[in-house]
């Protein structure tokens, strides 16, 4: 006999999601994209730096930039992963379904066997 409790296609594997991460990590994806694609900000010769002048430099800056603004968007959507499942686990706060916590079967055995 199948167990009425038993994860089916309709079983949320994720609770609802928040906005706020998803937007935040693409903003700063799109700054890391568009900022150094708008010569305009950085084709000058002065200030130089190392004899390197600006414009030489400045793409070279971004690539620890976008390292890093990258990092923070990875960082941003797999937190909200990670709270999204917590939240869809049976026992956890907020719940939206899933497994009950007991196993128990309804006609006194311990449950399914897998």
Do not use: C, H
């Amino acid at each position: 006999m199948s167990d009425l409790n038993a994860p089916t296609r309709d079983t949320p594997t994720r609770g609802p999601a928040r906005p706020a991460p998803y937007v935040i990590a693409a903003i700063l994806l799109a700054a890391a994209i568009v900022l150094p694609l708008m010569p305009q900000l950085y084709s000058f010769d002065k200030p130089r730096l190392g004899g390197l002048p600006f414009f030489y430099w400045y793409q070279l800056l971004w690539v620890p930039i976008s390292a890093a603004l990258s990092g923070v968007a990875y960082w941003l959507v797999t937190a909200e992963d990670r709270r999204r499942r917590s939240a869809a686990r049976p026992g956890s706060p907020g719940a939206g379904g899933g497994r009950p916590t007991s196993s128990g079967g309804a006609d006194g055995t311990a449950g399914d066997a897998r």
